[in-house]
């Protein structure tokens, strides 16, 4: 513990290195605010001679500044999992009964059932999940069954009671077994966009769906492994 030397471009320059091979100490005004860094507090160091705390934990991870949400699902502590956005819009269970952290792509995941109390986690609404004039939704997905149409993957509630703001979600088809982004604007769908391919069951896919207004324009995509 105590000041140490530190170099955000060089782990040579440094006394030590985080957990995500990427640098910088936290924990100081310095590098918490200019790079979101979450600290574990188990050791005092410093970039500018401020006491901080040093990121050496094994699941260290970076606050992505950038996003409006970023659900890890590494855990589910409390019925909670922690946005890992500047956010903080963490999704909780409401339900009797919750999914299950099993094993992701990367690290954990959460396993939904389709028990209807294990379907989802739910997010108080926030300013921050709003579409301005582009949104990006995407997701590592492992679905286990195709025959259910309709599969949310991302959904957004409107304003109106009943109504849908954005959603992605699979198997838009019975016949296709695709992704779908859809969009609505006061209750009206503004847009639509289905995947030219099906998605495999028991393996994992990532996902995207984009949408960008340009004026009274829009341009709507979906992304599969790409």
Do not use: M
């Not at 060089?10 to 924990?27: A, K």
């Not at 790079?35 to 991870?61: I, L, M």
Request: charged share 15%.
């Amino acid at each position: 513990p105590g000041i140490e030397r530190y170099s955000l471009t060089s782990r040579n320059d440094s006394c030590s290195w985080d957990c995500q091979n990427w640098g910088p100490y936290c924990g100081d005004s310095l590098v918490q605010t200019n790079h979101g860094e979450t600290c574990d507090g188990s050791q005092t160091c410093s970039v500018d001679g401020n006491p901080g705390t040093k990121v050496c934990k094994s699941n260290c991870q970076k606050n992505d500044r950038d996003a409006v949400a970023w659900w890890r699902f590494e855990t589910l502590a409390s019925s909670k999992t922690t946005d890992a956005s500047a956010n903080t819009n963490d999704a909780t269970c409401i339900s009797t009964g919750c999914p299950v952290v099993g094993e992701g792509k990367y690290g954990h995941g959460l396993a939904f059932s389709s028990a209807l109390s294990e379907r989802y986690l739910a997010v108080v609404n926030s300013p921050s999940l709003l579409i301005t004039s582009s949104v990006t939704v995407e997701a590592w997905i492992y679905p286990t069954d195709n025959t259910s149409l309709y599969q949310r993957i991302v959904e957004k509630k409107g304003s109106a009671p009943g109504s849908r703001s954005y959603d992605l979600e699979f198997n838009a088809s019975s016949t296709l077994h695709n992704i779908r982004f859809n969009l609505w604007n006061n209750g009206l769908q503004t847009a639509v966009v289905d995947s030219n391919s099906s998605i495999a069951i028991n393996t994992w896919t990532h996902v995207v769906g984009t949408y960008l207004r340009i004026g009274d324009n829009h341009v709507t995509k979906i992304y599969v492994n790409g």
